[in-house]
Nanobody
Framework: QVQLVESGGGLVQPGGSLRLSCVAS????????MAWYRQVPGKQREWVAG???????NYADSVKGRFTISRDNAKTTVYLQMDSLKPEDTAVYYC?????????WGQGTQVTVSS
């Protein structure tokens, strides 16, 4: 069965940084484009950043220039480096394939940006 485990969230002040990690099953990671998503209570889940199997990246306009997605094939891990964080970035962050697969959603990791 597939498994995606997110970690690295926490409480940070505006302007601060966090680095999220997502450990994926080897098979999925090897063949699939991956992405980070986020969700605020009462709102639709939002696509944040994606990375292809070959390492090509793209970003939502709201995070462009502040977030960096990367992947480590040897560790079957995808990362999200978040800099210059804003209160509007507060959400539960999830990783999944790109586009997402319903059966792959994990527990997510909470990111709270507040002074």
């Amino acid at each position: 069965q597939v498994q995606l485990v997110e970690s690295g969230g926490g409480l940070v002040q505006p302007g601060g940084s966090l680095r999220l990690s997502c450990v994926a099953s080897g098979t999925i990671f090897r063949i699939k484009a991956m992405a980070w998503y986020r969700q605020v209570p009462g709102k639709q889940r939002e696509w944040v950043a994606g990375i292809t199997r070959d390492g090509i990246t793209n970003y939502a306009d709201s995070v462009k220039g502040r977030f960096t997605i990367s992947r480590d094939n040897a560790k079957t891990t995808v990362y999200l480096q978040m800099d210059s964080l804003k209160p509007e970035d507060t959400a539960v962050y999830y990783c999944n394939t790109n586009p997402a697969s319903v059966s792959y959603w994990g527990q997510g990791t909470q990111v709270t940006v507040s002074s």
